[in-house]
C-alpha cells in the first residue's frame, strides 16, 4: 500500500514534471516562435517603410520635375512672344548650325535608351551590366556638352548680340545646367554602387530617379532643338 | 456618420501636458539644423516675425514722410528703398513663410496624424534657405536698396543700382526655391501619409487649403524664377530680354511676374481660409457649414487664380479682348471666395461663440476681408481699373486683403495654437487690447486710402500735392496706432511662453486631431496612431464637447456608448 502510494507520488511528480518541461517547451517555442515572428514583423515593417519611402522619393521627384517644366514652359513662352513679335527671325547675323547640333541632338536622345538599358540590366540584378550602361550615359551626355561648348565657340556672336542670341544662349544654357546635373546625377548613382554597393533587382530607385531626370532632361531638349534650329530653317 | 470623433483608444485624462517631457526640445534647439517639423514651424514664424517687425518700421517711417507734401523725413531714395524692401518683406519673408512654412509645417502632419513630414531633411533644408536670402535682402538695403518697388519693373530696375537690385532677385529667387521644395514636400506628405483610417473627406480644411496652395506654389513659382533670372541676365550680362532697344520687350516681364505673383496672394490667404475654417468652427461650437463646399473652394480659387494675372497690367497697351477675358475671371474668383465667406457666417450663425481673442481676429478678418474683396471686385473690372490705377485707391485694397486678411489670419492663427505649440495659455485680456487697436488702426490707416486714391493721389511718390494733406494726417495717425498695437501682442507672447497657465492637452475642446496630443506635442506627435471615427468637425451633439468641465475620459466614454 505504502509502495502504492509512494509510487503514486513518483507517477504524480514524474508526471508533473514532465507536464512542467513540456509547459516550459512549449512556452519556449512559443516565445521563440513570437521572437522570429516579431523579427519577421520588423523585417518586413523595415521593409515596408523602406518601399514606401522610395515610392515617396518618386512621387516628389515626379512634383518637382512637373515644377521645373513650368519653368521651361514659361521660357517657350517668352521666347514665342519675342519671335512673335520680329518678322525676320533669327536677326540677320545670328543665324544656327542644323547639322552639327543634329548630330548632337541624336546623341542625346539615344543616351535615354542607353539608360533604360541599364535600368532593365539592374533590373536583371546585372550590376555589371548597369554600371557599363550607365556610365555609356555619362560619356554621351559629356559629348553632348562638349559640342554645345564647340557650338557655343563658333557661331561668332555673343549673348548680348541681338534678342534672338540672348534667347539662344539663355535657353541652350539654362538646359546644359540641367544636363550637367544629371550627369553628376548619374556619377553619384555610379559612385555609390561602386563603393557602397547600392542598388540591385529590389533596390533601385536611386538609379530610376536618374533615369527618369535624363529622360525629362532629353525631352525638353526636343522641343528646344524645335523651337531653335529646326522652326528658325523653315 | 458618427457624432464625434475622438481618436484615442486611452483615456488621457491623466495627462496635464505642459512640455517638460524629457524628450522635449530645448529653446537652443530652435536656433539650430533640425528635422522636426514642429520646430521647423516655429523656426517659420519666429524668423519671419522679425521681418515683419523691420518691415513695419519702414512702413510707419514711410508714414511719417507722407505726413506733410514735402520730403522731410526720408530721403527720396531712402522713400524709394523702403518703399520696395516693406513690400518685399511682408510678402516673401513674412506672410509667405509664416502661413506656409510656419503654420503649414507645424499642423500639417499632427492635423492627418503623421510622425513627421515626408522628407524632413528636405523640409530643414527649405528652411535654412531663408536666413541666407534674409541676409540678401538685408544686405542690399545697405547698398543703396533696390528701389524699383517690389515688382520691380524693367527698365527701372535695370538702371538703377544695379548690385542691390541682382542682390534682391537672389533673396526672392532664394525664397522661391525655398517655397518650391516645401509645396513639394507637403504634396508627397499629405499624399503618402494621412493615417488611413481617415479618408479625404475627413481632412481637416487646413489641410485641404495647403494642398491647394502647395499645387499653386508648384505652378506659379517656377514662372518667377524665369523671369527674375532672365532681369539677372538683363542687368548683369548684357542679354536683351527687357531692351525694347534690341528687341526685347518690358511686358514679357510683367507677364511672368505675375503669372507668379498674382497667385501669390492666393499663396498668402489660401492657408489663412484654412485657419479661420479652424477657428471659426472650434470657437463657435459648430460643425463648419458645408465642410465640402470650402475644400472645393480652396481648389477652383488654386485653379481660376491661374488665370487673371493680366488684371494687374490692364493699362500696359493690353488689347481688348485680353482686358474682357481677365475682366471676367478675376471675377469669377469672388464666387469660391464668397462660398467660403457664407460658409464661414453659416458657421457662426447660432453658434455657441466664445469670443476670445482667436476668434476676434477670425471676424475682425471677415469684416476687413468682404471690404478688400469688394474693392477687389471693382479693380478686377478693366474699366475701373483704369481709372484708379497705380493711386491709393490700390494701396488701401491690397491693404485691405493683406493686413486685414492674412495678417488678421495669422494673429488668429497664433491665439489659437499657441497653447499647443508651448503648452501655455495666452493673457486674453492683453489680446483683446491687441485685437482693439489693431482694429483701430487698421481702418483708420487704410479706409481714408480709398478717398485718396479716387481722388487721385498716386501710389509709391514721397511727395504729392497739398491738397491731400489732410486725409494724409488721418492714414498717418492710423498708422501710429498699428504700430503701437503691435507691443501688447509681443508682450503677451514673452510673457505668457515662460509665466501663463498650463494649457493641457485641449484647451478649446477641439475635435481635429492636433488636439488629441500633448501639448507641446512629443517628437513624433502622438504616443500611438489614432484613429479617426467621423469628420474633423462634428461638434454640437447633444452630450459632447460643449463648454462644460467635462473630462476628456468622460467624452471618450459617452462617444463609446454612442457608438454602439
Not at chain 1, 536611386?206 to 530653317?233: C, K, Q, R, S
Not at chain 2, 495666452?426 to 489693431?438: A, D
Not at chain 2, 506627435?525 to 462644460?548: K, L
Request: charged share 10%; proline share 5%; hydrophobic share 50%.
Amino acid at each position: 500500500m505504502t509502495s502504492g502510494i509512494i509510487s503514486n507520488l513518483f507517477s504524480l511528480v514524474t508526471n508533473l514534471s514532465q507536464l512542467r518541461i513540456k509547459e516550459v517547451e512549449v512556452m519556449q517555442t512559443a516565445i521563440e516562435t513570437t521572437n522570429n515572428d516579431a523579427v519577421a514583423e520588423a523585417a518586413e515593417q523595415e521593409a515596408i517603410e523602406h518601399s514606401a519611402h522610395e515610392d515617396y522619393r518618386l512621387l516628389g521627384l515626379t512634383i518637382f520635375l512637373a515644377s521645373e517644366s513650368l519653368m521651361f514652359l514659361a521660357l517657350f513662352a517668352s521666347y514665342l512672344i519675342y519671335r512673335g513679335a520680329h518678322p525676320v527671325w533669327p536677326p540677320e547675323g545670328t543665324e544656327v548650325e542644323l547639322v552639327f547640333p543634329a548630330i548632337n541632338t541624336v546623341i542625346l536622345v539615344s543616351s535615354s535608351f542607353v539608360i533604360h538599358q541599364g535600368d532593365v540590366a539592374l533590373k536583371k540584378n546585372d550590376v555589371k551590366g548597369f554600371r557599363l550602361w550607365y556610365a555609356i550615359t555619362i560619356l554621351m551626355g559629356a559629348i553632348f556638352l562638349g559640342g554645345q561648348a564647340y557650338e557655343y565657340m563658333t557661331l561668332g556672336y555673343g549673348l548680348s548680340t541681338n534678342i534672338f542670341s540672348s534667347c539662344f544662349y539663355f535657353m541652350t544654357g539654362f538646359h546644359g545646367l540641367h544636363v550637367f546635373v544629371g550627369l553628376l546625377l548619374m556619377l553619384g548613382v555610379l559612385w555609390r554602387s561602386r563603393r557602397m554597393g547600392h542598388y540591385n533587382a529590389t533596390k533601385h530607385t536611386g538609379p530610376e530617379m536618374a533615369e527618369i531626370y535624363w529622360h525629362f532632361v532629353d525631352v525638353i531638349w526636343v522641343v528646344l532643338f524645335t523651337l531653335l534650329y529646326i522652326l528658325t530653317h523653315l | 456618420m458618427a457624432q464625434a470623433q475622438i481618436p484615442l483608444d486611452k483615456p488621457p485624462a491623466a495627462d496635464v501636458g505642459h512640455g517638460h517631457h524629457p524628450e522635449q526640445w530645448k529653446w537652443y534647439h530652435y536656433f539650430w539644423y533640425n528635422t522636426d517639423h514642429k520646430v521647423i514651424g516655429i523656426q517659420y514664424i519666429v524668423f519671419s516675425f522679425a521681418f515683419y517687425l523691420i518691415a513695419g518700421m519702414m512702413a510707419l517711417f514711410m508714414r511719417a514722410e507722407l505726413y506733410t507734401p514735402d520730403p522731410d523725413v526720408l530721403d527720396p531714395t531712402v522713400y524709394n528703398s523702403f518703399l520696395t524692401n516693406h513690400g518685399t518683406m511682408m510678402i516673401f519673408f513674412w506672410v509667405v513663410p509664416a502661413a506656409i512654412g510656419g503654420f503649414g509645417n507645424y499642423l500639417v502632419p499632427i492635423m492627418i496624424g503623421a510622425k513627421d513630414m515626408a522628407f524632413p531633411n528636405l523640409n530643414a533644408i527649405a528652411f535654412w534657405v531663408n536666413p541666407p536670402a534674409g541676409a540678401f535682402l538685408l544686405a542690399s538695403i545697405f547698398m543703396g536698396g533696390a528701389q524699383a518697388g517690389w515688382t520691380s519693373y524693367p527698365p527701372l530696375s535695370r538702371i538703377t543700382n544695379p548690385n542691390a537690385q541682382s542682390l534682391w532677385i537672389l533673396a526672392i529667387a532664394t525664397v522661391g526655391t525655398s517655397s518650391i521644395l516645401g509645396a513639394l514636400n507637403f504634396l508627397v506628405t499629405i499624399w503618402k501619409l494621412k493615417i488611413p483610417s481617415m479618408k479625404w473627406d475627413q481632412l481637416p480644411l487646413f489641410v485641404w487649403a495647403m494642398v491647394a496652395t502647395s499645387a499653386l506654389a508648384l505652378f506659379s513659382t517656377p514662372v518667377l524664377a524665369i523671369g527674375l533670372f532672365l532681369l539677372l541676365f538683363d542687368i548683369n550680362f548684357g542679354t536683351n530680354f527687357f531692351r525694347p532697344e534690341n528687341g526685347g520687350d518690358v511686358v514679357v516681364y510683367q507677364h511672368l511676374f505675375w503669372f507668379y505673383s498674382h497667385p501669390a496672394v492666393y499663396l498668402m490667404i489660401l492657408p489663412i481660409f484654412g485657419i479661420m475654417s479652424e477657428v471659426i468652427s472650434t470657437h463657435s461650437r459648430k460643425p463648419i457649414f458645408g465642410y465640402k463646399a470650402i475644400a472645393y473652394s480652396s481648389l477652383a480659387i488654386c485653379f481660376v487664380g491661374l488665370f487673371v494675372w493680366v488684371h494687374h497690367m490692364f493699362t500696359s497697351g493690353t488689347p481688348a479682348w485680353m482686358r474682357m477675358f481677365f475682366t471676367i475671371s478675376t471675377l469669377i474668383v469672388a464666387v469660391p471666395t464668397g462660398v467660403k465667406i457664407f460658409g464661414w457666417v453659416a458657421t457662426l450663425w447660432g453658434g455657441k461663440i466664445r469670443l476670445n481673442s482667436a476668434l476676434l481676429f477670425a471676424v475682425g478678418l471677415l469684416a476687413m476681408f468682404v471690404m478688400g474683396g469688394l474693392s477687389g471686385v471693382t479693380l478686377g473690372t478693366a474699366p475701373f481699373d483704369l481709372h484708379v490705377h497705380d493711386t491709393y485707391y490700390i494701396v488701401a485694397h491690397f491693404h485691405y486683403v493683406l493686413f486685414g486678411g492674412s495678417v488678421y489670419g495669422l494673429y488668429a492663427g497664433i491665439y489659437h495654437w499657441f497653447p499647443k505649440m508651448t503648452g501655455r495659455m495666452l493673457n486674453e485680456p492683453l489680446g483683446k487690447v491687441h485685437f482693439i487697436l489693431t482694429f483701430i488702426g487698421t481702418n483708420l490707416t487704410f479706409l481714408p486710402m480709398h478717398e485718396l486714391g479716387l481722388q487721385g493721389m498716386p501710389r509709391r511718390i514721397a511727395m504729392y500735392d497739398p491738397k491731400f494733406e489732410s486725409i494724409n494726417h488721418i492714414c498717418t495717425y492710423g498708422s501710429m496706432i498699428l504700430g503701437f498695437s503691435i507691443l501688447p501682442f509681443i508682450v503677451n507672447i514673452i510673457w505668457s511662453w515662460s509665466k501663463g497657465p498650463i494649457a493641457g492637452r485641449n484647451p478649446w475642446r477641439s475635435l481635429t486631431l492636433e488636439w488629441q496630443t500633448t501639448s507641446p506635442p512629443a517628437i513624433e506627435n502622438f504616443e500611438e496612431e489614432p484613429i479617426m471615427w467621423a469628420g474633423p468637425y462634428d461638434y454640437g451633439v447633444d452630450t459632447v464637447m460643449d463648454d462644460s468641465e467635462q473630462s476628456v475620459a468622460e467624452m471618450l466614454a459617452t462617444v463609446k456608448e454612442e457608438m454602439k
